[in-house]
């Protein structure tokens, strides 16, 4: 199973970008995906998830600014990021899980990605 990132660039305060994340490799869809992140001397971070129903939760630091979204289709997973911030700065990580039950915004992933890198400057 293979979790590929892509859309990282440099941006400006208050731009856009929309994070891509394919995944390949598995004949069945996962049971949550997320997107994570990690800043410059910080922690990783729980972005953002969605579960195989379609269930979203958002961290408070990008609840209104950010939009998770798939195409069970296409195995692909998506971050739509409005407004963007000096600390939304970070590489950006795509994460799936196949292990049922359990809140997708807690659980542990066992799949990532190489991330994808999301610069914002003034």
């Known amino acids: 199973v293979q979790v590929v990132e892509s859309g990282g660039d440099s941006v400006q305060v208050g731009g856009s970008l929309r994070l891509s994340c394919v995944v390949s490799?598995?004949?069945?869809?996962?049971?949550?995906m997320g997107w994570f992140r990690q800043g410059p001397g910080k922690v990783r971070e729980r972005v953002a998830t969605?579960?195989?129903?379609?269930?979203?939760w958002y961290g408070d630091s990008v609840k209104g600014r950010f939009t998770i979204s798939k195409d069970n289709a296409k195995n692909t997973l998506f971050l739509q990021m409005n407004s963007l911030q000096l600390e939304d700065t970070a590489m950006y990580y795509c994460?799936?899980?196949?292990w049922g039950g359990g809140d997708c915004a807690r659980k542990d992933f066992g799949v990532w990605g190489q991330g994808t890198q999301v610069t914002v400057s003034s």
């Open positions: 490799g598995s004949t069945y869809r996962p049971y949550c």
């Open positions: 969605i579960s195989d129903d379609g269930s979203t």
């Open positions: 994460a799936a899980e196949w």
